[in-house]
């Protein structure tokens, strides 16, 4: 049975780590120097794209340009459409399994052990840069995780599964661009709209869908804008349960 007491101890570990990280790119969204901002966590640094919006893994400084005093990376190159494409679009992934791994490590602390830089920006992505853009997906997310690891799902694609996130396109695309601009390129075309495997329905469909399968007592009930409300506390402690509970079998 899983001791509860760690669980709730490590879901406090992550929310610190996590508030820690969500400060300092706030922070980054505004700077302004010599180059685009950057951050860090577990002892990685990223950079921050301020017009997309979105955590980067640090790269070639000729990939970036300045427009109306924020940094990002024009997609007008190959090399430059394969980089966004690494956190954007159709190329971009993140499963369960990866999530869970990623956050024990994060919840383990330094000494850091080594991860991919690409699955934590996508990590990253998922639960800070969705939390800012979106607060009503903060839940939605970590809800999504522990129901694919309650089912034994740790190969489910979150981005597949999960409604429209900040990542899901390039916001910067624009048809009418110059065939050397626009995505146009083979690398290119995972950022156009419309690509991405996401959850077709609103937002609001798919809390419903998600209240459904988790409390599947409560099936039906939900009927209005907002499917979690009331439920709070049982739904935190479905992912207490299913995603801290695996954090603390881990690291006792």
């Known amino acids: 049975m899983t001791d509860l007491r760690s669980a709730d101890h490590w879901a406090e570990v992550a929310r610190d780590a996590l508030r820690e990280v969500r400060e300092e790119y706030v922070r980054a969204l505004d700077a302004s120097g010599p180059g685009a901002p950057e951050i860090s966590c577990m002892g990685v640094g990223f950079q921050v794209d301020q ?3 979105v955590i980067l893994t640090p790269e070639d400084p000729e990939y970036w340009a300045e427009r109306d005093g924020k940094w990002y990376v024009p997609a007008h190159s190959m090399l430059t459409c394969l980089y966004l494409s690494s956190v954007i679009g ?3 992934f993140l499963l369960a399994g990866g999530f869970v791994r990623v956050l024990t490590l994060l919840c383990a602390g330094p000494p850091w052990r080594a991860v991919s830089e690409t699955e934590l920006a996508a990590f990253l992505n998922i639960t800070v840069v969705e939390g800012v853009a979106n607060p009503r997906s903060e839940r939605v997310v ?3 995780v522990a129901r694919e690891l309650a089912a034994g799902h740790e190969d489910a694609e979150l981005h597949a599964l999960l409604p429209e996130l900040i990542t899901d396109h390039d916001v910067l695309y624009d048809p009418g661009l110059p065939a050397l601009q626009a995505p146009a390129s083979h690398y290119a075309k995972r950022l156009v709209p419309g ?4 959850f077709e329905g609103t937002p609001e469909a798919y809390e419903r869908r998600l209240l459904d399968a988790v409390l599947p007592a409560e099936r039906g009930r939900a ?3 907002e499917a979690f409300a009331g439920y709070e506390e049982r739904l935190d402690a479905y992912v207490r349960d299913h995603v801290f509970g695996r954090v603390a079998k881990v690291l006792g």
């Open 142 to 144: 970590w809800l999504t």
């Open 195 to 198: 690509r991405a495997e996401k």
């Open 90 to 92: 159709t190329n971009r």
């Open 51 to 53: 017009v997309r919006q």
């Open 223 to 225: 009927t209005g804008p």
